[in-house]
């Protein structure tokens, strides 16, 4: 690399949201890497000559986000993105051999786990949920007890919408002993606050469409891993089932991803203060939120994690009717599922019919945005007071 383009380590990830992924920088460049709008590509070669050859490979738009994905998760080789989270989920389960075994937490991401479920009634693979936070039901859904060993340990934490953190490094550990790969959700904390290949994972998985586009405007997924193989299996997978990235979506997710460090900063910072003030709120019967002393992922999430996230879960006082006037009556924070932008989003997540049935009727996540934090807590109160009498 030149002189003007430091080796991405050398960099903290405030500096490489910001300057990872640039064009080369030579005179009357631009700054920003363009949109190319081409199905094809002149060319004699073929993709496996490393030619962009069509439009289903390779897009140039593509690169710079793979680049900057890969630089902040740390990964030494581009990332993939895909057409949506699930595009991605939809590759990494590809790599579950035939008869083989997918260990998931059951509060995993609602639509990797009905695409888990719906393979496994076809008879592809077995699946064991587990809950992701004890460690010996993980260790023992890993070995088989008896039965076949795990040929891959899906992971997300904290948990989405119940926020219990898995001991990343021990589990991953636990899988590479019966030789399963790793897949990491990081959706919900972003490279900035957790980073599973230093962690153990072999590939980490992101919905674009959240913290790192950020604005609710695409839906994207990535996969990111430093295994070279991998990688090249997972782009074989994208290229071939054609669940791609449309250049426009690319680069308006860079676009995004310029502003992740501010917007994760002052979210978090945000979430923490919310989860306080909620905890002490009669209306409220429990927040969740690893950011809190009395949580209990609070001391794992301290060791693996920089922050706490800005996604919380709070069970409201008087079951789901109360929960959903609450919703009803708040008029900053928009009703709306998905979370990660700059607009604060709740909604109450048992609305969903295929919502595990261990997750309370009452609890609603929040998805903190980057508005101002006394507007967001007036809005709140009001609301839960008038839950409370609705
Ligand atoms: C939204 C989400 C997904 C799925 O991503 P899409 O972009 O909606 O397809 C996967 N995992 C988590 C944790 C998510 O929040």
Redesign the pocket.
């Known amino acids: 690399m030149s002189p003007t383009h430091p080796h991405p380590s050398d960099l903290s990830p405030e500096t490489l949201v910001v300057s990872a992924g640039r064009p080369e920088r030579v005179h009357d460049a631009p700054v920003n890497p363009p949109i190319v709008l081409s199905s094809t590509f002149v060319g004699t070669g073929t993709v496996v000559d490393g030619d962009r050859a069509y439009g289903r490979y390779s897009n140039p738009t593509w690169d710079p986000l793979e680049e900057a994905i890969s630089a902040l998760e740390g990964a030494t080789v581009p990332s993939l993105v895909f057409g ?3 595009a991605a ?1 939809s590759a990494a389960l590809s790599l579950v051999p035939v008869k083989g075994v997918l260990v998931m937490p059951t509060h995993s ?1 609602q ?2 786990l009905v695409m888990a479920q719906e393979l496994a009634a076809k008879g592809l693979f077995v699946l064991r949920t587990v809950d992701i936070a004890d460690t010996d039901e993980v260790i023992s859904a890993l070995t088989g007890a008896g039965e076949r060993a795990a040929s891959m340990l899906w992971l ?1 934490s904290p948990t ?1 919408p119940m926020l219990e953190v898995a001991d990343l490094r021990v589990l991953a550990r636990s899988a590479k002993a019966v030789g399963a790969l790793v897949v990491t ?1 990081n ?2 904390s972003t490279p900035l606050v957790q980073k599973p290949l230093e962690l153990g994972s072999d590939i980490v998985l992101h ?1 674009v ?2 913290y790192l586009a950020g604005h609710s405007d695409v ?3 990535s996969l990111t891993t430093s295994n070279a193989e991998l990688r090249a299996t997972l782009h074989h997978h994208r290229s071939i089932h054609g669940a791609i990235a449309g250049p426009f979506e690319a680069w308006l997710a860079l676009r995004g991803l310029r502003t992740l460090a501010l917007r994760v900063e002052r979210s978090q910072a945000t979430a923490g203060e919310l989860a306080r003030r909620l905890e002490a709120h009669g209306g409220v019967d429990a927040v969740r939120y690893p950011g809190l002393d009395s949580d209990p992922g609070h001391q794992r999430a301290k060791d693996q994690m920089h922050g706490f996230g800005s996604i919380l879960g709070i069970e409201v006082s008087g079951g789901a009717a109360a929960a959903e006037a609450v919703v009803e009556a708040l008029r900053i924070w928009t009703p709306a599922t ?2 990660g932008g700059v607009e604060s989003l709740i909604e109450r997540r048992r609305r969903h019919a295929n919502e595990p049935t261990s997750v309370p009727e009452n609890l609603l996540r929040l998805s903190v945005g980057i508005e101002n934090i006394e507007d967001l807590w007036a809005d709140l109160e009001q609301a839960l007071r008038r839950g409370a009498t609705g």
């Open positions: 949506s989270g699930l989920v991401y639509g990797a997300e989405n959700d959706t919900f919905s469409t959240k839906v994207l997924g998905s979370l």
